[in-house]
């Protein structure tokens, strides 16, 4: 699970710096919703954020490319260059486009940081229904 590695990201062109990310999320988990909608105003003041719900026809017909399946079970990040990551590994790079919260991306540069968050998002994601949209 490299991918989220930044050694490993494409160089980003002048145009891309422009363009915002996109986090697609579980529209149907009231968590998941709350949380997309406040990442996304937190990010509003730099416009490098922009959401989309799994399973919505914008997001499907802008990224035919992400199944159902896989933004079901983890909320995708799909940067400007095209390049996507997945749950904990979207983390650090949703950070560094607020404002104010850069800085916390760092602590998933710390050994081991990285399998202990994979692992808790896991948990977060698998049981996101009872933790707060089963009422």
């Known amino acids: 699970m490299g991918g989220a590695d930044r050694r490993d990201a494409p160089p980003v062109e002048a145009s891309d710096q422009k363009s915002p990310a996109v986090l697609i999320y579980d529209g149907d988990c009231a968590m998941c919703r709350s949380s997309a909608l406040w990442l996304m105003r937190l990010a509003m003041a730099s416009g490098e ?42 983390v650090p790079e949703l950070l560094r486009r607020i404002r104010g919260l850069g800085w916390l991306a760092a602590v998933f540069a710390l050994p081991g940081s990285r399998p202990i968050a994979r692992r808790v998002y896991a948990w977060i994601a698998k049981n996101r229904m009872r933790l707060s949209c089963e009422r």
């Open 49 to 90: 954020l922009e959401i989309l719900p799994c399973r919505s026809a914008p997001r499907r017909l802008r990224y035919p490319h992400i199944t159902d399946e896989a933004c079901m079970t983890a909320m995708q990040l799909v940067l400007p260059g095209g390049r996507t990551l997945a749950g904990a590994d979207a």
